[in-house]
DNA sequence: ACTTTTATCTGACTATAGTCAGCAAATGAA
DNA sequence: TTCATTTGCTGACTATAGTCAGATAAAAGT
């Protein structure tokens, strides 16, 4: 990355936040603060769990507390125990409440309307193509990929979600007892490694390393949720793993794969993998590769896991 | 504009202004408030008026005097009388000041690379490329066409800009007297009128309605300032104009032009003048042009001047 | 039965970001 | 000279957005 990249990211930053905070504020910020704007945005028509909210908008306990007792005095929300946990909190929207996000919605639209209606349809056109862009493009950034336990959480649910596509895509199903094994143990330091990508909080990745002696591993798990393809992110695990590879001594890295996954045998032959004859009896497996690493990983990335 | 649109730019806004404020938070807001990280940068290296400085920053004159007062105990500024207005106060950053500046733009520096930093270089382009576009867009259509007094200082401003480009651009100069004359009396309702297109409080462009007779209006004084140009800011005014000039009655609009102002004559066509038999005796006009303006104003704008 | 963890609430506190009315000096126009 | 305006300062006030330690109670593990 340049100078030149640097300084158009800053005034993209100055820029960009002064406008939307001017309007944001003078839209949003009618009569309200903009957190209980944004709260009342968040629980929607739907209701929603507040331990989710608290996630989702990254707010201290005791401030969302305090913001939804707000919310319920103004009569727009009310708090209701979860049936199966009593400890949970479920908050929906009165019908007040739904009327006032009615109308917050409305003023949204209205600052959306503001922003776009002083151009021509051409440049209206390419100011949102542009905006998508950079959503997608900061959301890209925003994905973190670190080591983690193969029993945790988010662990499991991204391993749950790669065997379900898997089973989902082969043509004759997939079942992992007849598969070769990658349990949790084979997954833990010193054995292997497993990475997960995740973005805000959520998992919407993984890979894996297995270490098979002491120079050759077998990349592994290699997945990647539907709603987050495109970004490149299997190419940062992979460049992760293989960061890790070198770490660990290794010379060598395998794979196989089946041949439904056209994306991910594209992703190891760009990555520098070569297809090479069947070094195991994977009954699932259709192709099998191989890359020598050389002593420093590829510059693109700048993963450290 | 259209739903798509308009959920596509309350994306944008939810999602970047999320992003952008978390990081800039941790980056800027690094044991100083951001309002006193702003102003230090907004202050600069050469120092600046606390005037420029109230509406750069759009701050209330108690607040930044506040603001200020805690960067002077810090040792990070040092305030002083200027000399030809014994009213106005100068800004300078200390010694002090210039490293904490400098520190704040390695700051800086560091979270724009941590955005660009996980991506690969063609993303990295892309973003940048993106980026450049919302907020040359976003510029764009943040700027506002008003009529104006002719003689107020803004007025002056751009005209006197105008008249320079032209004695600059014209194969022999300008001189406004020997020039047709739109003065101000002839420019302010209801002998005509004056438009100024503005940026975040300055004039960068303007554009005149004289009305010759009930029937026929001439186009004078277009200009939009360089850097603002093509934003389409000359369109908008051009637009504008005619639906002052149908308010007013009129049904034909004229104009001339130097051939030296091929980007004008661009504009003119585009906009559906079509060029015509000079109609007047304009010594410094190569081209005349016509439009007879339909019952209603053109599709693409909403300005209401 | 017990400890630990999870989920939430409460009170007390702080920081940040303003707003507003009024004052005072300097300036510029009538 | 007079008087409105510009420019900045001050004190008093408010709103917003948190943080933190501890309390409480249900659920889950052991």
Request: with cysteine; glycine share 6%.
């Amino acid at each position: 990355m340049n100078r030149r990249q640097i300084k158009s990211v800053r005034r993209f930053n100055r820029e960009v936040t002064r406008r939307l905070g001017v309007l944001s504020n003078s839209f949003l910020g009618r009569g309200r603060p903009l957190s209980e704007a944004r709260l009342l945005y968040e629980i929607g028509i739907r209701g929603a769990e507040v331990r989710d909210l608290r996630t989702r908008l990254e707010l201290d306990s005791g401030y969302l507390s305090r913001l939804l007792r707000s919310l319920e005095r103004q009569g727009l929300v009310r708090r209701m125990q979860a049936r199966d946990d009593a400890r949970a909190t479920t908050a929906k929207l009165t019908q007040k409440g739904q009327s006032e996000l009615k109308t917050l919605n409305r003023l949204s639209d209205h600052y959306a309307a503001s922003v776009l209606g002083p151009l021509s349809q051409d440049q209206r056109e390419r100011l949102v193509a542009s905006m998508e862009e950079v959503e997608r493009l900061m959301r890209a950034a925003a994905v973190q990929i670190a080591p983690a336990d193969p029993r945790s959480p988010g662990a499991r649910a991204s391993l749950k979600a790669y065997f379900r596509e898997l089973k989902d895509r082969f043509e004759h199903g997939f079942d992992a007892r007849k598969s070769i094994t990658a349990d949790p143990e084979e997954l833990t330091p010193p054995n292997g490694y497993l990475l997960l990508a995740s973005l805000d909080g959520a998992t919407i990745g993984c890979g894996a390393l297995k270490i098979k002696d002491r120079r050759i591993g077998e990349v592994k798990r290699m997945w990647v949720a539907p709603e987050a393809r495109g970004l490149k992110i299997g190419e940062r695990l992979l460049t992760a793993l293989e960061t890790c590879a070198l770490a660990a001594g290794l010379r060598t890295l395998r794979l196989e794969t089946n041949r439904a996954l056209k994306e991910a045998q594209q992703l190891y032959r760009r990555s520098g993998y070569r297809e090479v004859a069947p070094f195991n009896t994977e009954p699932y497996a259709h192709h099998w590769f191989e890359k020598h690493l050389g002593p420093r990983p590829r510059k693109p990335s700048t993963d450290r896991p």
